[in-house]
């Protein structure tokens, strides 16, 4: 089984790389050619054509050296028993042999390499020195060498590649999950935010579109109102719609808009006190909170209102604020039991769900159940670890 997990070199590779070995086999077969020559043998009928067609045979098994390393390896080895011109072929088998970088096979075929090459000068009758024999093993141990050393560095370079390329994949998909990780945070922000905004206004204009057409009895001066809030309403909504939209398409490097704070509480009871809902709001808190604090105790007691104005209409609301610096700001909402027939709007559960989001990020405790009185109530305790200016607020 082929257990080279290296990348496939491409058709160019493969062509020069056939070259390469068998331009080392042409030159490794005219200097046997010449050896011969000269010591007046002639070369016969196997040098001009069998020796060239073994390493031709060489050149083409080595196509499978990837799936059948060692046993290719092998092949060509022995086969440059008879054929000097498979010399380059037997190197190349070699050198990629040790580009996987495994001791015992490595050994066995430069073994294999050295014994092979005693007997390559006998096929010839080459003859030699008595004394040079030491030369019939180092040379062709020193040939083997430098292939093995090739082929190691090539090993080696394959693994760093690969090693890049895993890296840089491991990389893309980091970041690939981190994109999809910001759109996702982008998305709920977007979409918790048009809610806080609009959710609120849109509220109040269903409510009183109810009432107009659930009660037909109202006097024309009621009505009237009722049209004229409706009217504001939408405009507001849109309004308010349209500042969103800006902030999403502004530059972000820019300036971030006025953010609600516990500051606009009061305006925020009176819009909705004007809308028809009957609200009323008691303030005890010592100190002016964090701007995000404010932000998002602003946010709480608009969801709480929204909520009312949903499903409850025609109930009392009653807020509650009560906090110190460097202690808890508690807030609820609290509505009594529907007093209208007008049918509630299609419930999202998404604003109870950002609420609770917003609340955990402010590390914070959000809690909301029916009360004894048929009615809901909406409680948020939030932390409140300093404030830098104190004061006290009052009634409203």
């Known amino acids: 089984m082929n257990t080279d997990i290296s990348p496939r070199p491409g058709a160019w590779q493969q062509t020069w790389r056939l070259l390469a070995a068998a331009a080392v086999g042409v030159v490794a077969w005219l200097y046997t050619g010449v050896a011969v020559h000269w010591q007046g043998d002639g070369t016969g009928a196997w040098f001009l054509v ?10 083409a098994v080595l196509l499978w050296r990837r799936r059948f390393p060692v046993a290719v390896a092998l092949t060509v080895v022995v086969a440059g028993t008879v054929s000097a011109a498979a010399a380059g072929a037997a190197l190349w088998a070699l050198a990629s042999l040790a580009a996987r ?14 014994t092979v090459a005693q007997f390559t000068g006998r ?16 040379l062709p141990a020193l040939a083997a060498g430098i292939a093995v050393a090739v082929g190691m560095a090539i090993g080696s370079r394959r693994v760093e590649v690969r090693s890049l390329r895993d890296r840089a994949h491991s990389m893309e998909r980091e970041h690939a999950a981190r994109v999809a990780q910001v759109r996702a945070v982008e998305r709920n922000r977007i979409a918790r935010e048009m809610h806080d905004v609009l959710a609120h206004r849109i509220s109040l204009v269903a409510m009183q579109a109810g009432a107009l057409d659930h009660r037909g009895d109202l006097p024309a001066e009621e009505n009237r109102t009722l049209v004229r809030g409706i009217a504001d309403g939408s405009r507001q909504a849109l309004e308010e719609l349209r500042d969103v939209l800006g902030v999403l398409r502004a530059d972000p490097a820019g300036p971030e808009p006025p953010q609600p704070s516990l500051e606009g509480i009061p305006e925020l009871v009176a819009d909705a006190r004007s809308s028809g809902v009957d609200v009323t709001c008691s303030t005890t808190v010592t100190g002016d909170p964090p701007d995000a604090l404010g932000r998002t105790c602003y946010r709480f007691v608009q969801e709480g209102l929204t909520n009312a104005a949903k499903h409850a209409p025609g109930a009392r609301v009653h807020i509650t604020l009560d906090g110190t610096a460097g202690d808890t700001l508690h807030v609820s909402v609290h509505n009594s039991r529907p007093t209208t027939g007008i049918e509630p709007p ?51």
């Open 123 to 138: 096929v010839y009758a080459i003859r030699t020195p008595q004394d040079s024999w030491w030369l019939q093993i180092v």
């Open 101 to 114: 970088r495994r001791p015992r096979e490595i050994g066995a075929v430069v073994l294999a390499y050295v």
């Open 50 to 59: 069998g020796d060239p067609l073994v390493a031709l045979g060489c050149l």
């Open 346 to 396: 299609p419930r999202s559960g998404y604003g109870l769900l950002g609420l609770g989001e917003r609340i955990t990020l402010a590390g914070g405790e959000l809690d909301h159940h029916p009360t004894p009185d048929h009615g809901y109530v909406l409680t948020a305790h939030l932390p409140w670890p300093h404030a830098k200016h104190h004061g006290e607020r009052g009634h409203e």
